[in-house]
């Protein structure tokens, strides 16, 4: 029983190590400083109206997250924003 346990928690604790990493991956967006910089450019660069506001805020959040140290939602927002334009 206490093998069991013990087994149980460290796939636990190896998936929690390892969740954030695997998530930042999937999204295929760095979250760095440099990409969003480049993004936040870009985005500079479109015309007003709806797909420049979604991207805009999406790029808030996805700093909001790279402030908490929330690496995988830091990249799933820096990607919707960097796809917003060819969306719309």
Avoid: F, Y
């Avoid at 760095?30 to 979604?54: P, Y």
């Amino acid at each position: 029983m206490n093998s069991k346990l013990l087994g149980a928690a460290l796939v636990t604790a190896a998936v929690v190590a390892i969740g954030p990493v695997q998530a930042a991956r999937m999204h295929g967006a760095g979250c760095s400083g440099a990409n969003l910089e480049k993004t936040e450019t870009a985005i500079e660069a479109m015309a007003d109206g709806d797909a420049r506001w979604e991207a805009q805020k999406e790029i808030a959040a996805a700093q909001d997250a790279l402030l908490s140290g929330k690496m995988g939602a830091c990249s799933m927002h820096l990607t919707k924003a960097m796809h917003v334009g060819m969306i719309k």
